[in-house]
């Protein structure tokens, strides 16, 4: 799924979804050298895995499940590029946990 940053996206508990940040706009020719997830809450219910970098260079993944629901989380993607001097930028997304 694709989202622009800040946005808000709704997630059920048992779902297990991708989100794909898209750096591309931003980076111009430089490529991403490392991609870091951040989540943030009001508790340690939702799960990350499946994250990193895609081929482009220019785009990253992060596979969420779990959370409790009627919270909001923030998805925090940090992201340092590959220049000289590097460059690092966050890029956010809200996640609501509603059963549906």
């Given amino acids: 799924?694709?989202?622009?940053?800040?946005?808000l996206a709704y997630?059920?508990?048992?779902?297990a979804?991708?989100?794909?940040?898209?750096?591309r706009a931003w980076l111009g020719d430089?490529?991403?050298?490392?991609?870091t997830f951040i989540i943030t809450g009001p508790d340690g219910g939702l799960?990350?895995?499946?994250?990193?970098?895609l081929a482009d260079n220019?785009?990253?993944?992060?596979?969420i499940s779990k959370g409790t629901v009627g919270?909001?989380?923030?998805?925090?993607?940090r992201i340092v590029t590959g220049?000289?001097?590097?460059q690092t930028d966050d890029r956010s997304l809200r996640l609501k946990i509603i059963d549906n």
């Fill in 1 to 7: 799924m694709n989202l622009a940053p800040g946005e």
């Fill in 11 to 15: 997630q059920d508990p048992d779902a």
């Fill in 17 to 23: 979804l991708v989100y794909v940040f898209d750096w």
């Fill in 30 to 35: 430089a490529t991403i050298a490392s991609s």
């Fill in 47 to 53: 799960v990350q895995d499946t994250a990193g970098v």
């Fill in 58 to 63: 220019q785009q990253t993944r992060v596979r």
């Fill in 71 to 77: 919270e909001t989380y923030d998805v925090i993607n």
């Fill in 83 to 86: 220049e000289t001097p590097p």
